[in-house]
């Protein structure tokens, strides 16, 4: 059964928490980790701060081989990172678990990550692994979902324009981007966008909120570590 954990670790046993000691006001938001053979290249947004000096250091961390700026989104900037093999600790933890990455962002102080296992068992070996490296993990939520079967509903385009505005912060308050923005990335209209939005939410709502497709379980608070307790 799968098992989708919420856990914080302290950003200085994370090699991009590591780097923003001098940077108080940044914030990252890990956008997916690429494990290559030769090298590990996580993709990531910066928001807010002074993104040149961040790029200096990044640039000048000893597990860095390379810093790329791929685009710029309103107050964000994407950037992709070419990490040594030699990077290890939380990372190769993540890997070798074989855990995916469904959400992850940070601070100079803490950074917090939810992530999927396809079994406890592996979310307990992630534990060990974690143990192992020094790496100190909270616990902050930990649950079992009920997936419903997609019905289809959800278009692709709708799909990747929702996870665009989202991650843009176009449903923040104040609004992080502006719609003509997003239209724009996706070579579309300002109503070509609003209209995929609009049908988006609706179809997301029917698919996860109707009572026929089911909800997702789970629970908040202190969690315990104990993988063996039913969490619905």
Do not use: H
């Not at 000893?62 to 990172?81: C, D, E, K, M």
């Not at 093999?85 to 990550?113: R, Y």
């Not at 296992?117 to 939520?141: K, N, P, V």
């Amino acid at each position: 059964m799968i098992v989708i954990a919420d856990v914080s670790v302290p950003a200085s046993q994370f090699p991009l928490g590591r780097v923003l000691d001098g940077f108080p006001d940044v914030e990252l938001e890990l956008e997916r980790i690429v494990p290559l053979r030769e090298a590990v290249i996580p993709l990531f947004w910066v928001r807010d701060g002074d993104t040149e000096a961040v790029e200096e250091t990044l640039r000048a961390d000893p597990v860095t081989n390379s810093v790329t700026r791929l685009t710029t989104t309103g107050a964000r900037v994407l950037y992709q990172i070419e990490w040594s093999p030699e990077v290890n600790g939380l990372v190769q933890s993540l890997l070798s678990s074989d855990a995916k990455l469904l959400a992850a962002a940070g601070t100079a102080g803490v950074w917090d990550f939810r992530i999927q296992f396809q079994t406890r068992a592996d979310l307990g070996r992630f534990r060990e692994s974690c143990e192992e490296a020094g790496i100190s993990l909270t616990l902050r939520r930990l649950y079992n979902p009920t997936l419903p079967e997609r019905s289809g509903n959800l278009s692709t385009e709708q799909y990747e324009a929702l996870v665009a505005a989202y991650r843009a912060g176009y449903f923040e308050v104040p609004r992080g981007s502006k719609m003509g923005d997003l239209a724009a990335e996706f070579d579309v209209s300002d109503s070509a966008f609003s209209q995929r939005i609009r049908r988006g939410i609706s179809s997301f709502i029917a698919e996860t909120l109707m009572p026929e497709f089911g909800r997702t379980g789970g629970r908040t608070g202190p969690v315990s570590w104990d993988t063996d307790r039913d969490t619905q």
